[in-house]
């Protein structure tokens, strides 16, 4: 399931003022850590997005394979994708 821009932004709130309420950290800026954080969350959704185009690329070589039904593309999406990741160490 993929995030909106402002399901980040109320996800990264909810955190860091949960972790400020517990003592866990302590800032004089919080909007300064939580813009932070947001952005954080957001480069790494976009590392996933990146790597998803990468293998519909991939995928779209092999369309005429895809589309007599040699290959499944969601079967062949995945694998792709968890190769991918693997090779460059991103965690999904």
């Known amino acids: 399931m993929r995030l ?3 399901q980040v932004e109320a996800i990264t709130q909810n955190l860091v003022h949960a ?10 800026e919080p ?4 813009d932070r954080l947001a952005a ?3 480069d790494d959704l976009a590392v996933e997005d990146r790597l998803n185009e990468e293998v519909r690329e ?7 394979e895809i589309s007599r039904g040699d290959i499944d593309y969601q ?5 792709i994708k968890t ?5 460059r ?3 999904l």
């Not at 991939?58 to 005429?64: A, Q, R, S, V, Y």
């Not at 079967?75 to 694998?79: I, L, N, V």
């Not at 190769?83 to 090779?87: S, T, Y």
């Open 75 to 79: 079967e062949m999406f995945r694998k």
């Open 19 to 28: 972790l400020i309420r517990e003592g866990t950290i302590s800032t004089d």
């Open 4 to 6: 909106t821009r402002d």
């Open 58 to 64: 991939i995928l779209e070589k092999h369309n005429e």
């Open 89 to 91: 160490k991103i965690i």
């Open 31 to 34: 909007g300064a850590v939580i």
């Open 40 to 42: 954080v969350f957001r």
């Open 83 to 87: 190769k991918l990741a693997r090779e």
